[in-house]
């Protein structure tokens, strides 16, 4: 039988009828095996409607989550770092803080001398292949747990514009340290934040060891940190015998914050770590009243002066004929501290000269008493103040600001008595205690008696 094709029928191949798929409207054939296609598409194979893509694994999709969130968690490993040495950090002649700040130290060692041996594109060894990745993470994680544990060191022993002008270098270091143009400078800044920590540490560890402050103590911190950076060299020398590169990622920025931090210590900008003044204030009158105990006079303010709550003392001074401001402080050396010298200067706002210091200050000589309160001391300028603003600066022997203190002299023209309060400050407690409070904590006086009759004699 003969089957003619229509002249407008078009060949099998050109037929845009899907062989296989179900007629609109019709109902199947018994026992059809269909395939789903669309109109237009080409026959789809059931075994390629199963997929053949390797699942992710774990590690697959924490890479890609990390990946995703990349400057959320370079955050994390910055406030990670320093709210850890925010809640541990002790004080600084605690021994178990400084074996962890150089256990951080050679760590970081470690690291650096991982990554010039293994730069990028080297397959690293076998043992670290796994934690390979996490690498850089751990660097800026220690340098930014390292330069905090410093940074709150050198805020608790400065005061004033110069060293704060340190502090914010060292917290910009400490932002930088997350941002990813800092990273993608390498090894350079790297090594700059290392040799820059290594020099820091021992500014803080050697006087803790050898009890004194002074220049030729930071000088031999530094000279040990040009020692790490020198050793850092001979290590890599081994493997990269470059030596411009060497000079240029390792050298040039080692030896440069050396010579930085050298710098900015004869400057005065450097504060004088481990020395700390935990309180100051200015009083009317300060007065020994026994062992351990001062009392600190000052005039009471009235409620409506609500910014005097945040005043240590009269900071707002009325002064009468014949009076002087004292000022009074509390110092904190580690134990064992030799006794040394510390320096009380006052300057005066002086109309035409700016601020004038008065005379060439008073030598005062303290210790370490052992304790966390540190060792309290007082000083006056030797003269009546003019009215005006003051200040009165303490000072190491050679001149780096431990603390300053503002103050504002107005002259009082009134007769009658003063509203005086009274605070105490005792021996292990920072802050004064309020009178009232101070005697609340005192044990009750004994009760006097009354002797027994004793029996005569027989």
């Not at 700040?101 to 076998?126: D, M, T």
């Not at 009354?450 to 004699?457: E, G, L, Q, S, V």
Request: net charge neutral; aromatic share 12%; glycine share 8%.
């Amino acid at each position: 039988m003969l089957t003619v094709t229509p002249p407008d029928s078009k060949p099998q191949d050109a037929s845009t009828e899907v062989p296989g798929s179900p007629v609109a409207g019709g109902p199947l054939p018994p026992g059809a095996n269909v395939a789903v296609a669309t109109p237009g598409g080409a026959v789809v194979d059931p075994d390629d409607l199963v997929s053949t893509e390797k699942l992710p694994t774990l590690v697959d999709r924490v890479q890609a989550f990390r990946a995703k969130y990349e400057k959320q968690e370079m955050a994390l490993f910055f406030f990670a770092g320093f709210l850890y040495d925010v809640l541990t950090l002790s004080p600084v002649d605690d021994a178990l803080t400084e074996v962890q700040n150089f256990a951080y130290l050679a760590i970081l060692a470690g690291l650096l001398v991982l990554e010039q041996r293994y730069p990028e594109g080297v397959e690293p060894p076998k043992l670290l292949a796994k934690v390979w990745r996490f690498r850089e993470d751990a660097l800026h994680f220690f340098m930014g747990s390292l330069l905090s544990a410093f940074t709150l060191f050198l805020f608790k022993s400065s005061s004033g514009f110069t060293p704060l002008l340190f502090m914010a270098g060292m917290f910009g270091l400490l932002v930088a340290n997350e941002l990813p143009r800092f990273r993608q400078l390498g090894p350079v800044i790297r090594v700059a934040v290392f040799s820059l920590c290594v020099t820091l540490y021992f500014a803080s560890l050697l006087p803790v060891l050898l009890g004194r402050v002074g220049w030729w103590i930071f000088t031999l911190s530094v000279a040990m940190g040009c020692g790490s950076v020198y050793g850092l060299l001979r290590v890599l020398k081994r493997w990269r015998p470059d030596e411009k590169a060497l000079l240029r990622t390792v050298a040039v920025p080692g030896f440069g914050a050396q010579a930085l931090l050298l710098g900015c210590y004869f400057l005065g900008v450097i504060p004088p770590v481990p020395l700390a003044v935990q309180y100051s204030g200015i009083y009317h009158q300060v007065k020994r009243v026994s062992p351990g105990v001062y009392h600190l006079t000052s005039e009471s303010q009235p409620w409506w002066k609500v910014w005097t709550a945040f005043h240590h003392g009269d900071q707002d001074f009325m002064v009468r004929p014949g009076e002087q401001p004292v000022y009074f402080f509390r110092i904190f050396a580690p134990k064992g501290f030799e006794p040394y010298r510390v320096r009380v200067r006052w300057f005066h706002d002086h109309p035409e000269k700016g601020w004038t210091a008065l005379g060439k200050g008073f030598l005062a000589s303290v210790s370490s008493n052992g304790s966390e309160g540190g060792y309290r001391y007082y000083a006056q300028p030797g003269t009546t103040p003019k009215p005006g603003d003051w200040r009165v600066v303490l000072e190491t022997e050679d001149g780096h600001e431990i603390n300053r203190l503002n103050f504002t002299v107005t002259e009082d023209t009134r007769t009658e008595p003063r509203e005086e309060k009274v605070e105490v400050s005792v021996l292990k407690v920072t802050k004064p205690l309020a009178l009232e409070d101070w005697q609340k904590l005192q044990p009750p006086a004994p009760v006097a008696t009354p002797a027994a009759a004793t029996a005569p004699a027989p």
